[in-house]
């Protein structure tokens, strides 16, 4: 079955940086496109960035563009998302997702914390 497995997740003081990694298995990981996705309390889950299968084409949620970078390593089932200049508004729960066989699956999430 697919799985999607996260860690990196911790506390960081303001515009500092982290790394996320998720691993993927259960499924032919190289043939679909990831994403990360995060969700602060009280708010919605929303789209962070999404990287295609061959890591050709990416998207950025605005507020994120030029501090967050995504990266896959198709040999290694990984997906990566770096995370630079860390804000506080940044706080949340943060999801590797991938749409397959028109399902939607979730990892379990890692906490990021940014705070002094």
């Known amino acids: 079955q697919v799985q999607l497995v996260e860690s990196g997740g911790g506390l960081v003081q303001p515009g500092g940086s982290l790394r996320l990694s998720c691993a993927a298995s259960?499924?032919?990981?190289?043939?679909?496109?990831m994403q990360w996705y995060r969700q602060a309390p009280g708010k919605e889950r929303e789209l962070v960035a999404r990287?295609?299968?061959?890591?050709?084409?990416?998207y950025y949620e605005e507020s994120v563009k030029g501090r967050f970078t995504i990266s896959r390593d198709n040999a290694k089932n990984l997906v990566y998302l770096q995370m630079a200049s860390l804000k506080p508004e940044d706080t949340a729960v943060y999801y590797c997702?991938?749409?397959?066989?028109?399902?939607?699956?979730w990892g379990q999430g890692t906490q990021v914390t940014v705070s002094s």
């Open positions: 997702s991938a749409y397959v066989i028109s399902r939607q699956y």
């Open positions: 990287i295609s299968s061959d890591g050709g084409s990416i």
């Open positions: 259960g499924f032919s990981y190289s043939r679909y496109s």
